[in-house]
């Protein structure tokens, strides 16, 4: 047992270190630029839709959209490619001329860590319409059900590793007892990555109907968690066959921790941050994280096994052993566990401002109950076991038998940390599926923005004799924040306009915010600006011309200014 400490304190050592000088490093796709830009005017339809991510996407289950201004899908896009072979780029061709007006799109690809990430923009041909709602777009259909069959392969997993152990180090008298508990984990944990690889082409497309479709499955199987997936299949299924010949004999535990790594490994091949510079090391520490959680937290269902068995000789040597290995299993997972959390919040802001921050609290806490539950549990180990005898009253108190009440009030102890670690598992299910804090916050702090000042030119016919022309304008930087509005009246030649009045309104629908009026100011011959125009925060923002040609005669020019 020395030399198993001495390795994990120097593991411990290199974890410490690794966080200390490893560089920070997003582990999350995030939208840099688009072509065409977002909000922007072309004076041609364009020939392709072009996404630049911060790292490589896989467009085998990935969806591109392109919304006409009428709301529906203009048709004959062709399927997501990889431009040039440069794997951070997802492009589209557009087969044929789009017509003049506002187009949206709407992407939806799966990032490099297997986790699919979606978003939408919108663009111009010639001139602004107001953008028709689209119908709606694949959502996260087959999310619920992929969770669940993750939940299934962890747990599973879990309870095999840590029954095997407990068995090869512990109780190795109780190979009939233990068999059981152990091929239902290897069994759920077969299920569970089967249904994994049949869910994940609808999870990541999110069309649930995708689950019949032969081409969605062989697309998920080229992908890199298809392949992970079908080998820690091909692996449980060899685990469950040879099952019952394990448990025959007694194993050293040093067999059950290498087959516990090389699975786990496929988890950890998955998981947000096995694509980034730091990948081998985050691989390495995300495998020793699973494997001492499955030591730890899945060898409990087989401590209430033993506890059971009424075997007194197994007690006494099995239950000291699980309480040291569980011990060393707490302090790698709490190392790895601070590792991982840098690596994925990075500040203390992030932990308490996103989605997988507050996951991330909820799963310590809970893990923080287990570890003082464990205390009490080893301290009671102590005391009915772990002393030393040095005396005869000390060999009369090693040989009495503990009677059933004492027995049972440490089983509850047990079954209440084995509950408490199901529903840990479940948080560590929805933690791997919510976007990293680092990410989240670099999409919030550093959104999308269109390529340099909003420049275009607006068509209107407000009726009447002369109630035709067109208002051109500038509106720069287009950001959060302060803005200046140019705008130029000019008539169906492009020639000066002179008007009785132009008014600007911003709103955002979608927020409830506005109108806000604009003020502007005479600029020159039809020539208007406002020098101070405030975006107070990101969304979708409308800019409202009103153009009045006559007493009684005006029309209302729509333009979104600014990105999503």
């Given amino acids: 047992m020395s030399k198993l400490v001495r390795a994990v304190f120097a ?61 529906d899908d203009v048709s004959g896009i062709k399927a997501p490619a990889h431009p040039e072979g440069k794997a951070d780029i997802v492009e589209v061709a557009i087969p044929e001329a789009l017509a003049n007006g506002t187009y949206t799109v709407s992407w939806r690809v799966v990032s490099a860590d297997t986790h699919p990430i979606q978003g ?9 319409t107001a953008a028709a709602a689209p119908r709606a777009a694949p959502g996260g259909q087959g999310t619920v059900l992929y969770g669940m069959a993750r939940w299934l392969a962890s747990a599973g997993f879990m309870l095999l590793v840590g029954t095997a152990f407990l068995f090869a180090v512990g109780w190795p008298e109780g190979g009939k007892r233990l068999r059981r508990p152990a091929g239902i984990g290897a069994g759920v944990a077969v299920g569970g990555t089967a249904a994994a690889l049949l869910l994940y082409g609808p999870y990541a497309s999110g069309t649930l109907s995708a689950i019949t479709d032969p081409a969605v499955l062989g697309a998920t199987l080229s992908t890199r968690i298809g392949v992970v997936l079908a080998v820690r ?64 937290l899945g060898g409990l269902p087989a401590l209430v096994v033993l506890l059971r068995s009424g075997d007194v000789a197994g007690m006494r040597r099995g239950i000291p052993r699980f ?26 802001g992030a932990l308490f401002s996103t989605t997988y921050g507050w996951w991330l609290l909820a799963k310590v806490g809970l893990v923080a109950v287990i570890v003082g539950s464990g205390a009490y549990a080893r301290r009671w ?55 990293p804090a680092r990410a989240e916050r670099e999409r919030l702090d550093h959104p999308p923005v269109a390529s340099g000042p909003l420049t275009l030119a607006v068509p209107f016919d407000a009726g009447g004799l002369s109630g035709q022309g067109q208002v051109a304008m500038v509106f720069t930087p287009g950001k959060i924040g302060r803005n200046e509005l140019h705008l130029a009246v000019l008539d169906p030649s492009g020639k000066p306009k002179t008007v009785p009045e132009v008014r600007a309104e911003l709103r955002n629908t979608d927020a409830g915010i506005g109108p806000i009026l604009v003020p502007l100011t005479p600029g020159g011959p039809a020539h208007y600006l406002a020098r101070d125009v405030g975006l107070p925060m990101g969304g979708r923002w409308e800019l409202s011309l009103i153009v009045r040609t006559s007493p009684i005669d005006q029309a209302t020019v729509r333009v979104p200014v600014n990105t999503v």
């Fill in 11 to 71: 593991a411990l050592v290199a974890v410490v270190f690794a966080v200390v000088a490893a560089p920070s490093a997003s582990a999350h796709a995030v939208l840099v630029s688009s072509t065409p830009g977002g909000w922007e005017l072309l004076a041609d339809s364009p020939r392709s839709v072009a996404l630049r991510f911060t790292e490589s996407v896989d467009v085998g289950l990935a969806h591109v959209r392109l919304i006409s201004p009428r709301g």
């Fill in 120 to 128: 939408a923009f919108t663009f111009s041909v010639r001139e602004a």
């Fill in 233 to 296: 299949l091909g692996l449980l299924v060899a685990v469950l066959l040879l099952i019952g010949r394990f448990f025959r004999a007694p194993r050293r535990g040093l067999v059950v921790l290498g087959g516990a790594v090389a699975l786990a490994a496929t988890w950890s091949l998955v998981a947000h941050g096995a694509t980034d510079s730091l990948a081998p090391l985050t691989i390495a520490v995300g495998t020793m994280h699973l494997t001492a959680l499955s030591v730890w």
């Fill in 381 to 435: 180990v102590r005391s009915h076991y772990g002393f030393e005898v040095v005396s005869v009253t000390d060999k009369r108190r090693a040989k009495r038998e503990l009677d059933d009440g004492e027995v049972g009030r440490f089983r509850r102890v047990v079954l209440a940390e084995a509950s408490l670690a199901a529903v840990v598992l479940g948080v560590t299910a929805s933690l791997v599926a919510t976007e």
């Fill in 323 to 348: 309480s040291t290995a569980a011990g060393i299993a707490v302090a790698v997972v709490v190392a790895t566990g601070l590792y991982q959390t840098w690596r994925q919040v990075g500040t203390i």
